[in-house]
């Protein structure tokens, strides 16, 4: 069989919640594991950029649903050292809205191979 992302898939998950590091739960208790966490300057960030000006980078994140082995959990503290939000909730549509208010749009939702997998990308403040 060829690699290689499938048709979308059903609804994705209505919540995750960061459990450790890198590591989410949905609301029926499956795993999704940070595989991929993709830094870039965003569009918005490169029209305003002025010379010698930092652009604000723009996260995607591509999650894969599977199992992991049960581990200690971790403080809270340790879970905010992340960029990634604790919780993303569905918002409306292709869209996750995080604790903190910041917006993900689902860029794709399908399966390769076997593995689900969930691709997100941070929307610029103010494209709600």
């Known amino acids: 069989m060829a690699s290689g992302a499938s048709p979308i898939l059903g609804v994705p998950p209505h919540r995750l919640w960061a459990r450790r590091p890198g590591i989410y739960e ?11 966490v993709r830094l870039s300057p965003s569009q918005r960030a490169r029209s305003r950029a002025s010379p010698g000006g930092t652009p604000e980078p723009s996260i995607t ?5 599977m ?34 208010s ?24 103010g494209n709600g």
């Open 61 to 65: 994140v591509h999650m894969w649903q």
């Open 26 to 36: 949905d609301e029926k208790g499956r795993t999704w594991v940070t595989v991929v």
């Open 102 to 125: 910041r917006l993900w749009e689902i860029v794709s939702h399908g399966q390769i191979d076997s593995t689900e997998e969930l691709v997100l990308t941070e929307l610029p403040p």
């Open 67 to 100: 199992p992991v082995h049960p581990q200690e959990p971790v403080s809270p503290s340790q879970l905010t050292l992340s960029r990634l939000p604790l919780v993303w909730q569905l918002y409306s549509g292709r869209r996750y809205r995080a604790m903190d």
